[in-house]
């Protein structure tokens, strides 16, 4: 790290414009004059060494890049064998990681060519959990570019072929976790989820993904795109598999300013309960959209009378301000992307642990290759700068008022049923396309997360399982519980998956 160099009076008055401030003459001057005094505070503190709550792990472990051979879902971007030989819930499982989830020693991309070389240097708490409950991490999982994306076409390593059919996609942004899965290449998947990127590909491949509750798992030692709506959870091919992973995973680590209070409990030993003890809420708005697929809403459809017949109770549920729900996400998605990119990917004002050698690479990266970000992120790096310049932030904060009130509609329903239920996906996976547009790219991208996105800005969980197909492609049906339990969340697609054994 170089020394920090005083500012001149140029670099005052330039970097005072950014924030509409005009400095007379004698005021850069002056404020030259003062600086380096300041910045002596600052050369004291690069003198410091800050402990490691993160506890650092080996650099050397192995790892290479898997051939075509080896990986035809183009699934990993890493393989590797870490181990603790522990004992524990997750003793004999191979968990395969997101590609924006920190493993010490081992390359982390982002599915992006902007952090090609960048290699952390500590492990993420999910990694350090997932290690001491006996899993073996075998792998860095593909993903969408900068995780901004549902589609699964936009990695800089290339696409994700849908394990049910290579013709379509896998969907995004954790392509490669559901992708994983799916082949068995792994038994469980750790990604990420802003607007549905853990449901969205465990819909369109045919497994189980799970958003926890908002700040359930930490994020420590995760790239995130908002403070506000960043969760973690875990893919698998069974609901007992995903409640196992959530068991060892979940909890407050201290260092992630997006927990606080957080109540655990034994998820596995809770799908225990029968079906008849079940109510379920049929969301009148979670179907028919204007993107919605008839197979999709009839084979859902279908899969709850199944579940009906095995003695639960189905409710039909009206929240008319779920409709409005992709409205609000985006008005706090936008600006929050945007602000989070220009705080170095991790962002400002929070309490808690902060990466400095991933804002360093972050940093750098934008400034000296921003333009390799993909359109997805071009285009809201845009638009949320715009917003917040010419709107002073008003739409993200009604945005964010708003969301309470949306929490506060789906809590009322809630409070009638155990779980609402409705298509995790309006349609089942895209077809992949050789050269898609610009403008396909950012159409494809979105148009499918008009039932995921309203959890993330409420923070409710969600459980996304397998419910059948519709013209040989896998639908998702997706539960979503009260905040924090998460456990009824499970039940029912432990319920679901019994019903159709």
Request: with cysteine.
């Given at each position: 790290?170089?020394?920090?160099?005083?500012?001149?009076?140029?670099?005052?008055?330039?970097?005072?414009?950014?924030?509409?401030?005009?400095l007379?003459?004698?005021?850069?001057?002056?404020?030259?004059?003062?600086?380096?005094?300041?910045?002596?505070?600052?050369?004291?503190?690069?003198?410091?060494?800050?402990?490691?709550?993160?506890?650092?792990?080996?650099?050397?472990?192995?790892?290479?890049?898997?051939?075509?051979?080896d990986?035809?879902l183009?699934?990993f971007?890493?393989?590797?064998?870490?181990?603790?030989?522990?004992?524990?819930?997750?003793?004999?499982?191979?968990?395969?990681?997101?590609?924006?989830?920190?493993?010490?020693?081992?390359?982390?991309?982002?599915?992006?060519?902007?952090?090609?070389?960048?290699?952390?240097?500590?492990?993420?708490?999910?990694?350090?959990?997932?290690?001491?409950?006996?899993?073996?991490?075998?792998?860095?999982?593909?993903?969408?570019?900068?995780?901004?994306?549902g589609?699964?076409?936009?990695?800089?390593?290339?696409?994700?072929?849908?394990?049910?059919?290579?013709?379509?996609?896998?969907?995004?942004?954790?392509?490669?976790?559901?992708?994983?899965?799916?082949?068995?290449?792994?038994?469980?998947?750790?990604?990420?989820?802003?607007?549905?990127?853990?449901?969205?590909?465990?819909?369109?491949?045919?497994?189980?993904?799970?958003?926890?509750?908002?700040?359930?798992?930490?994020?420590?030692?995760?790239?995130?795109?908002?403070?506000?709506?960043?969760?973690?959870?875990?893919?698998?091919?069974?609901?007992?598999?995903?409640?196992?992973?959530?068991?060892?995973?979940?909890?407050?680590?201290?260092?992630?300013?997006?927990?606080?209070?957080?109540?655990?409990?034994?998820?596995s030993?809770?799908?225990?309960?029968?079906?008849?003890?079940?109510?379920?809420?049929?969301?009148?708005?979670?179907?028919?959209?204007?993107e919605?697929?008839?197979g999709?809403?009839?084979?859902?459809?279908?899969?709850?009378e199944?579940?009906?017949?095995?003695?639960?109770?189905?409710?039909?549920?009206?929240?008319?301000?779920?409709?409005?729900?992709?409205?609000?996400?985006?008005?706090?998605?936008?600006?929050?992307?945007?602000?989070?990119?220009?705080?170095?990917?991790?962002?400002?004002?929070?309490?808690?642990?902060?990466?400095?050698?991933?804002?360093a690479a972050?940093g750098?990266?934008?400034?000296?290759?921003?333009?390799?970000?993909?359109?997805?992120?071009?285009?809201?790096?845009?638009?949320?700068?715009?917003?917040?310049?010419?709107?002073?932030?008003?739409?993200?904060?009604?945005?964010?008022?708003?969301?309470?009130?949306?929490?506060?509609?789906y809590?009322?329903?809630?409070?009638?049923?155990?779980?609402?239920?409705?298509?995790?996906?309006?349609?089942?996976?895209?077809?992949?396309?050789?050269?898609?547009?610009?403008?396909q790219?950012?159409?494809r991208?979105?148009?499918?997360?008009?039932?995921?996105?309203?959890?993330?800005v409420?923070?409710?969980?969600?459980?996304?399982?397998?419910?059948?197909?519709?013209?040989?492609?896998?639908?998702?049906?997706?539960?979503?519980?009260?905040?924090?339990?998460?456990?009824?969340?499970?039940?029912?697609?432990?319920?679901?998956?019994?019903?159709?054994?």
């Amino acid at each position: 790290m170089k020394d920090i160099e005083p500012p001149a009076p140029d670099d005052l008055e330039r970097y005072a414009a950014v924030h509409h401030i005009k400095l007379t003459e004698t005021e850069r001057e002056e404020f030259a004059a003062v600086a380096p005094g300041l910045l002596e505070a600052y050369e004291r503190l690069e003198e410091i060494e800050s402990s490691a709550p993160i506890v650092p792990a080996h650099a050397d472990r192995a790892n290479n890049v898997p051939t075509e051979d080896d990986d035809p879902l183009n699934a990993f971007v890493r393989r590797c064998s870490v181990s603790k030989n522990e004992s524990g819930l997750l003793e004999g499982y191979d968990v395969g990681l997101k590609d924006s989830i920190s493993l010490a020693g081992i390359e982390m991309t982002c599915g992006s060519a902007l952090f090609s070389g960048y290699v952390p240097s500590t492990d993420a708490t999910i990694a350090t959990r997932l290690l001491k409950e006996g899993a073996t991490i075998t792998g860095k999982l593909n993903m969408e570019n900068m995780a901004f994306s549902g589609s699964g076409e936009m990695s800089a390593h290339g696409p994700v072929p849908n394990p049910r059919d290579p013709e379509y996609l896998a969907g995004g942004s954790s392509s490669g976790s559901a992708a994983a899965v799916v082949s068995g290449d792994v038994d469980i998947a750790i990604g990420t989820d802003q607007a549905g990127s853990v449901r969205i590909p465990a819909s369109w491949s045919g497994c189980v993904g799970h958003k926890p509750t908002y700040g359930l798992v930490p994020y420590t030692g995760i790239v995130g795109l908002g403070r506000s709506f960043d969760h973690a959870g875990p893919l698998a091919r069974s609901v007992t598999d995903c409640a196992r992973t959530l068991e060892a995973i979940a909890g407050a680590d201290g260092l992630d300013p997006r927990q606080g209070a957080v109540p655990t409990e034994s998820y596995s030993k809770a799908l225990t309960s029968d079906p008849a003890d079940l109510t379920i809420g049929v969301l009148k708005e979670g179907f028919d959209h204007a993107e919605s697929e008839a197979g999709v809403d009839e084979t859902v459809t279908a899969a709850l009378e199944d579940l009906a017949d095995t003695g639960a109770k189905l409710r039909d549920i009206s929240v008319p301000m779920h409709r409005d729900g992709l409205a609000i996400w985006n008005g706090i998605a936008n600006e929050e992307t945007a602000a989070t990119i220009a705080g170095e990917g991790i962002g400002h004002f929070g309490n808690g642990y902060y990466d400095t050698e991933l804002m360093a690479a972050f940093g750098q990266a934008r400034r000296e290759r921003a333009n390799e970000f993909p359109p997805t992120v071009k285009f809201v790096v845009a638009l949320g700068e715009y917003l917040t310049e010419e709107y002073h932030g008003r739409y993200y904060a009604k945005a964010q008022n708003l969301s309470r009130d949306l929490a506060t509609s789906y809590n009322a329903a809630l409070a009638e049923v155990d779980v609402l239920a409705m298509p995790t996906t309006p349609q089942t996976a895209h077809k992949r396309l050789e050269n898609p547009s610009r403008l396909q790219i950012l159409e494809r991208a979105v148009n499918m997360l008009a039932n995921t996105s309203p959890f993330d800005v409420t923070g409710h969980p969600a459980l996304s399982v397998p419910a059948g197909t519709s013209e040989g492609l896998p639908v998702g049906l997706m539960f979503v519980g009260e905040v924090f339990d998460d456990a009824t969340v499970l039940q029912a697609g432990d319920a679901f998956e019994r019903c159709r054994a």
